[in-house]
């Protein structure tokens, strides 16, 4: 029977983001030839500055019926951040829905970890991000600035629904169903009355729904210090777009450097296809040099393909990335002196 050859959006965009989805797409084509049709689309801040959009205004219509998007990074010196990202990344994680950021937090082997006593076995789990409401959902405005100096008013507002906090949290406890059997809620209740209040209520409902797993709530300030005094008792982390935002980042600074960190965007029910991007970023300053760690874009796509059903290509991928390492093959993030190229050639050998 003829395999189904699935249509792929790639989506570089800027910066690192231009040297690493290549080396993805390298070894997409690696583990599983002629299944995948490439569709490149080249949106970013370049394309800002020639069009002033970051996609075109039908740029959803497009990626619509994609099986999945690749995507590198966004952001460049010369058009504001908030441009950039509500531009792009989060307009198509809002356009599709894609409420489920997956973001897993492992020490691979060979990797050296700023925690004095880090092992793998120690560091080895995955921070579910709430990611199309609350502290993000893009609710406030500016105003009185017109009246002079100093009047400038500010409001961010953040949204927390309960079918939003529901069905993050009950995808959280299908994950850990499947891992350890641990959810742990992050919050901060004591001082945000209102929404994180919602959350913790809603997060005590859904985990009255699997009395196999194994639950606690954190505030997110202890939760800091335990990601770096205990990181071998966390399983699945849950928590809302902003502290599941600066948590990742710790995690993945703590299992090495941001630029083995993967993620995925996903809409869990399938209705819009799902975004897989490194989170590392364009990193500007060491962009053209040839030396941007592709392990996190090489990750993410393992992560799309394990989402799209090829869970043994997937494996291969992880494998070949624990063996690349282990034998010492690191780019200068991670005390090496291996170039961009070096470490993909080593993956593929690897596979």
Same mark, same amino acid.
């Given at each position: 029977?003829?395999?189904?050859?699935?249509?792929?959006?790639?989506?570089?965009?800027?910066?690192?983001?231009?040297?690493?989805?290549?080396?993805?797409?390298?070894?997409?084509?690696?583990?599983?030839?002629?299944?995948?049709?490439?569709?490149?689309?080249?949106?970013?801040?370049?394309?800002?500055?020639?069009?002033?959009?970051?996609?075109?205004?039908?740029?959803?219509?497009?990626?619509?019926?994609?099986?999945?998007?690749?995507?590198?990074?966004?952001? =460049?010196?010369?058009?504001?951040?908030?441009?950039?990202?509500?531009?792009?990344? !989060?307009?198509?994680?809002?356009?599709?829905?894609?409420?489920?950021?997956?973001?897993?937090?492992?020490?691979?082997?060979?990797?050296?970890?700023?925690?004095?006593?880090?092992?793998?076995?120690?560091?080895?789990?995955?921070?579910?991000?709430?990611?199309?409401?609350?502290?993000? /959902?893009?609710?406030?405005?500016?105003?009185? /600035?017109?009246?002079?100096?100093?009047?400038?008013? /500010?409001?961010?507002?953040?949204?927390?629904?309960?079918?939003?906090?529901?069905?993050?949290?009950?995808?959280?406890?299908?994950?850990?169903?499947?891992?350890?059997?641990?959810?742990?809620?992050?919050?901060?209740?004591?001082?945000?009355?209102?929404?994180?209040? $919602? =959350?913790?209520?809603?997060?005590?409902?859904?985990?009255?729904?699997?009395?196999?797993?194994?639950?606690?709530? =954190?505030?997110? *300030?202890?939760?800091? /210090?335990?990601?770096?005094?205990?990181?071998?008792? $966390?399983?699945?982390?849950?928590?809302?777009?902003?502290?599941? *935002?600066? $948590?990742? *980042?710790?995690?993945?600074?703590?299992?090495?450097?941001?630029?083995?960190?993967?993620?995925?965007?996903?809409?869990?029910?399938?209705?819009?296809?799902?975004?897989?991007?490194?989170?590392?970023?364009?990193?500007?300053?060491?962009?053209?040099?040839?030396?941007?760690?592709?392990?996190?874009?090489?990750?993410?796509?393992?992560?799309?393909?394990?989402?799209?059903? !090829?869970?043994?290509?997937?494996?291969?991928?992880?494998?070949?990335?624990?063996?690349?390492?282990?034998?010492?093959?690191?780019?200068?993030?991670?005390?090496?002196?291996?170039?961009?190229?070096?470490?993909?050639?080593?993956? $593929?050998?690897?596979?």
């Amino acid at each position: 029977m003829t395999e189904q050859v699935l249509r792929i959006a790639v989506i570089a965009g800027d910066g690192i983001g231009q040297e690493v989805v290549p080396e993805g797409l390298r070894v997409l084509d690696a583990v599983a030839p002629g299944r995948f049709e490439y569709h490149h689309f080249p949106w970013g801040c370049q394309y800002y500055l020639e069009t002033g959009r970051m996609m075109p205004a039908n740029g959803l219509d497009q990626l619509r019926s994609m099986d999945a998007i690749y995507f590198g990074a966004v952001g =460049w010196p010369g058009v504001p951040d908030h441009v950039s990202l509500w531009g792009l990344r !989060l307009a198509i994680c809002q356009g599709f829905d894609q409420y489920a950021n997956v973001r897993p937090v492992r020490l691979l082997p060979g990797v050296p970890s700023p925690l004095r006593d880090a092992t793998p076995g120690r560091m080895d789990w995955v921070v579910v991000r709430e990611n199309t409401e609350g502290e993000y /959902a893009g609710i406030g405005g500016r105003n009185l /600035a017109a009246r002079g100096p100093g009047s400038a008013v /500010a409001i961010q507002a953040g949204l927390f629904t309960e079918e939003g906090c529901e069905r993050i949290m009950r995808y959280a406890f299908d994950m850990a169903v499947g891992r350890r059997r641990k959810v742990t809620s992050v919050t901060k209740s004591n001082a945000q009355q209102y929404g994180m209040t $919602l =959350w913790d209520e809603v997060f005590s409902a859904v985990a009255a729904d699997y009395p196999s797993v194994v639950t606690e709530s =954190w505030l997110v *300030d202890a939760m800091a /210090a335990r990601f770096v005094l205990k990181p071998e008792t $966390l399983d699945v982390v849950v928590a809302s777009n902003l502290f599941a *935002d600066i $948590l990742s *980042d710790l995690g993945s600074a703590l299992a090495g450097s941001l630029g083995i960190a993967a993620s995925a965007n996903l809409d869990p029910e399938r209705r819009y296809p799902s975004m897989f991007e490194p989170v590392h970023g364009s990193a500007p300053d060491i962009a053209g040099q040839g030396i941007a760690n592709p392990i996190g874009a090489i990750w993410s796509a393992a992560l799309m393909l394990d989402h799209l059903g !090829l869970t043994e290509e997937a494996a291969r991928i992880m494998n070949a990335i624990e063996t690349t390492t282990a034998q010492g093959t690191l780019t200068p993030d991670l005390g090496g002196q291996a170039a961009t190229h070096d470490v993909t050639d080593a993956v $593929l050998r690897n596979i």
